[in-house]
């Protein structure tokens, strides 16, 4: 698995949108409780599913799950929709703490998890 963490500002709602074109989805709502716990059903999904996509945004209580029957390239529907280059997100190895870390600290929108 990888993560891209982007870290230019996107609207939060044409992401959703955007992604929602082409998978379905689920979330996982928490609060400061149940985060953890929700974190761990959020994995376990992600990796139960192959044709799946995590995403964690900021200033949102929720993990998405996207999930499709065949594989899709989220990349490429998210680079036509926003425009990426270089510098406006990382790839990261690291799925469990940073991809969410950067968010929570406001230096990243929003993190995926492949």
């Known amino acids: ?4 963490i982007i870290t230019k500002w996107i609207e939060p709602y044409k ?3 955007t992604i ?3 998978y379905n989805f689920k979330d996982f ?3 400061g409780i149940s985060k953890p716990i929700e974190k761990k059903k959020f994995f376990k999904e992600l990796e139960n ?4 996509v995590g995403l964690y945004m900021k200033n949102v209580n929720k993990y998405y799950l996207f999930t499709k029957d065949e594989p899709c390239d ?3 529907i998210l ?3 926003f425009g990426f280059i270089d510098g406006d997100f990382e790839i990261s190895d690291e799925i469990t703490n940073r ?3 950067m968010v929570d600290l406001g230096k990243a929108e929003a993190s995926l998890i492949l």
């Open 1 to 4: 698995m990888k993560s891209i």
């Open 15 to 17: 992401l959703l949108e």
């Open 20 to 22: 929602k074109t082409e």
């Open 29 to 31: 709502t928490f609060d």
């Open 49 to 52: 599913n192959k044709n799946s």
């Open 74 to 76: 989220i990349w490429n």
């Open 79 to 81: 680079t036509e929709a």
């Open 99 to 101: 991809p969410f870390d």
